[in-house]
């Protein structure tokens, strides 16, 4: 029997009573307020599935970069020349500067780089040589590889999973590096889905309109010439595919018979995933999709394999990126069910501090408040255009990585620094108007420990006054503003006894339109915030307000935060770049808690954004071939 036929007969659906036991004690532990989690209840449920262990220890993670060359490239549907494939792969094994060492980095994971079957033989350090052929035939005019070479190919990723698995891996963040290969991940799709040229076409490495109804042209005629049969993935893949993808759909199927994890990052690693759906349907079990990118493949293929996704970044990069942000996700997951499914009790102490609102009301004049509104610092546009600048030039398609690139450029008009360093300190400022319940305390403490952010609670006192919450929030803000360039606000649940998230549903109520628009002017919202919300909202003004005055980057939390934060950019618009609306626009979970959780989680983005920006290589540096096509041609520069 084959390696592949050995593997296949070993595949079988994931046993669910592990996650539905943990579904079962969540919601006890929860208080049956488990719904708030959103789509990272079923995130983290879906983990805990494939591990099938009630709480597994975090992921232990490696990235695997498999690099191949395709006969079609010289169709000229790409933006960049063949021979940027091995450039590529010496800028990850020499250089160690591509958006996946970046990426790895931000996962705590290992990289792996395989030549699966690159034109040029190259001779570099820690390379896996898995090559099967000097690249694949020109799909548009004959089949791209025979089935023998689509088997090894696939056979070759199980290998591989089953050795990295053996060595203590228990995820896989699959990626790959191939000159046209969006374009044989179309085909794929169009032949699998049933969809057309058109819909399955997209712009690959930021290609122009013309090269883009090309490159249609060419997807539709291999697909019309080789006919490849819907009904067998090795035959698509025989016939459109390549070798990278045979590679990726193996280290599926390995991973999916050893009880591992595979974290899917675009629209290439989806299509390689319908192949080995095709194979084994049961497959699909050990798969997480971590986000949905700008290929129009990409929502089909996902759609065919039945995954959700968590984030919408507009990534449009096969190195991991999407992948590496959600194996940090569920790193804060796994860690907050873990305080949670431990009693109160036997908890580790929290490490928050704590502060107090003091006894006396504060005076406060609007003249002092016109000082923090009329004197806010415009962001340092020299240093954003020229991290802007250096960010267009490293070794990736121009936009490629999507939303992580404005938060960077962001942060270096805020910090007044071209490239912002890694590691930034961030803090969590959190409001309460009582102490933490268990169950808050327990999110707040698991998220917060996870993300490595420092926690403050800023306890209101009990009947004060708007006008001294205010000041007392803008206090807290100016004070942890001087020592956190990054800063999370929040505000807890106000009471125990009601559901996680009904504070943010009835400030929604009262404060925004159906359509959920702001309803009022920003000088008369407050009066009509429900009375016993009106301290922590005015907390919170104040707080943005000072925080942002003093050049932080805001971290926005819950509805109740955001809320917050779209009045304060009415009352004060200079506000608006210092604040990151990252829940519901960037992180699609749609969970309703409170008290920091969801602004940790958000912190993910803004560390990869600083990963991206400190540990990529530019073109020059690394000496990668620079766009010749779409917008990259002529922004994108080559060392001299």
């Known amino acids: 029997m084959s390696l592949l036929d050995e593997t296949i007969v070993r595949i079988t659906p994931r046993d669910a009573r592990p996650a539905e036991k943990t579904a079962a004690l969540l919601a006890e532990r929860m208080e049956g307020d488990d719904a708030a989690l959103g789509a990272w209840r079923d995130l983290l449920l879906r983990y805990i599935r494939i591990t099938g262990d009630l709480h597994p220890a975090a992921p232990s993670p490696c990235v695997v970069i498999a690099c191949a060359d395709h006969g079609v490239a010289a169709e000229s549907v790409s933006a960049y020349p063949p021979e940027t494939t091995v450039q590529m792969a010496r800028n990850y094994l020499v250089s160690r500067g591509g958006a996946a060492n970046a990426f790895a980095a931000l996962a705590g994971a290992g990289l792996v780089v395989v030549d699966m079957g690159m034109k040029v033989k190259a001779d570099l350090p820690g390379l896996l040589d898995c090559r099967i052929a000097c690249g694949t035939k020109d799909m548009a005019q004959e089949p791209a590889m025979t089935r023998a070479q689509a088997t090894a190919s696939i056979e070759a990723g199980i290998a591989l999973a089953q050795k990295l698995i053996a060595a203590g891996c228990t995820c896989l963040l699959p990626g790959e590096m191939g000159i046209a290969n969006t374009t044989a991940s179309a085909a794929i799709c169009a032949a699998i889905c049933g969809l057309s040229a058109d819909a399955a076409t997209g712009r690959g490495t930021n290609i122009s309109d013309a090269r883009l109804a090309a490159k249609i042209a060419v997807v539709r005629r291999a697909l019309e010439h080789n006919a490849p049969d819907p009904a067998d993935g090795i035959d698509v893949l025989a016939k459109v595919g390549g070798f990278e993808f045979g590679c990726i759909a193996g280290l599926i199927l390995g991973a999916a018979a050893e009880g591992a994890a595979v974290i899917l990052d675009g629209?290439?690693?989806?299509?390689?995933?319908?192949?080995?759906?095709?194979?084994?349907?049961?497959s699909t079990d050990a798969l997480i999709?971590?986000?949905?990118?700008?290929?129009?493949?990409?929502?089909?293929?996902?759609?065919?394999?039945?995954?959700?996704?968590?984030?919408?970044?507009?990534?449009?990069?096969?190195?991991?990126?999407?992948?590496?942000?959600?194996?940090?996700?569920?790193?804060?997951?796994?860690?907050?069910?873990?305080?949670?499914?431990?009693?109160?009790?036997?908890?580790?102490?929290?490490?928050?501090?704590?502060t107090y609102m003091p006894k006396d009301d504060p005076t406060l004049t609007d003249k002092t408040f016109d000082f923090y509104l009329h004197t806010m610092q415009e962001l340092d546009g020299a240093s954003m255009r020229a991290c802007q600048s250096y960010i267009d030039n490293l070794a990736k398609p121009i936009y490629s990585l999507g939303a992580l690139e404005p938060i960077a450029v962001e942060l270096a008009g805020i910090i007044g620094e071209e490239r912002p360093a890694a590691g930034?300190?961030?803090?969590?400022?959190?409001?309460?108007a009582r102490r933490l319940?268990?169950?808050?305390?327990?999110?707040?403490?698991?998220?917060?420990?996870?993300?490595?952010?420092?926690?403050?609670?800023?306890?209101?006192?009990?009947?004060?006054?708007?006008?001294?919450?205010?000041?007392?929030?803008?206090?807290?803000?100016?004070?942890?503003?001087?020592?956190?360039?990054?800063?999370?606000?929040a505000a807890s649940e106000q009471s125990a006894d009601t559901p996680l998230g009904t504070m943010a549903g009835e400030l929604s109520a009262a404060l925004l339109t159906a359509d959920g628009a702001l309803?009022?002017?920003?000088?008369?919202?407050?009066?009509?915030?429900?009375?016993?919300?009106?301290?922590?909202?005015?907390?919170?003004?104040?707080?943005?307000?000072?925080?942002a005055h003093n050049c932080s980057l805001l971290v926005l939390d819950d509805a109740v935060t955001d809320i917050v934060a779209r009045y304060a950019e009415r009352l004060c618009p200079a506000v608006r770049p210092y604040l990151l609306h990252a829940r519901g626009t960037l992180l699609r979970a749609k969970e309703t808690i409170p008290g920091g959780f969801s602004?940790?989680?958000?912190?993910?983005?803004?560390?990869?954004?600083?990963?991206?920006?400190?540990?990529?290589?530019?073109?020059?540096?690394?000496?990668?071939?620079?766009?010749?096509?779409?917008?990259?041609?002529?922004?994108?520069?080559?060392?001299?």
């Open 267 to 282: 629209a290439n690693c989806a299509a390689a995933a319908l192949i080995a759906q095709s194979i084994a349907p049961a």
């Open 289 to 354: 999709a971590s986000h949905r990118g700008g290929e129009q493949s990409h929502r089909h293929s996902l759609e065919k394999l039945g995954l959700p996704t968590y984030m919408k970044l507009g990534l449009c990069l096969g190195e991991a990126g999407g992948s590496s942000i959600i194996c940090r996700i569920i790193e804060i997951l796994l860690r907050t069910w873990e305080v949670l499914d431990t009693p109160h009790e036997s908890r580790a102490e929290t490490r928050f501090s704590h």
């Open 424 to 432: 930034q300190e961030t803090a969590l400022l959190c409001f309460s």
């Open 437 to 489: 319940y268990a169950v808050q305390e327990a999110l707040t403490q698991g998220a917060a420990d996870a993300a490595g952010v420092t926690v403050e609670i800023a306890h209101l006192k009990q009947g004060a006054s708007p006008r001294a919450t205010f000041h007392f929030g803008r206090e807290r803000g100016e004070a942890l503003s001087v020592s956190y360039p990054i800063l999370a606000l």
């Open 519 to 547: 309803r009022y002017d920003a000088d008369d919202f407050l009066r009509h915030v429900p009375p016993p919300y009106q301290g922590v909202i005015s907390a919170l003004m104040g707080a943005i307000i000072a925080a």
């Open 599 to 640: 602004a940790c989680i958000a912190t993910t983005l803004v560390e990869a954004s600083l990963m991206m920006l400190n540990e990529m290589k530019t073109f020059a540096d690394a000496k990668v071939s620079v766009a010749a096509d779409g917008p990259g041609a002529g922004k994108q520069h080559e060392a001299k």
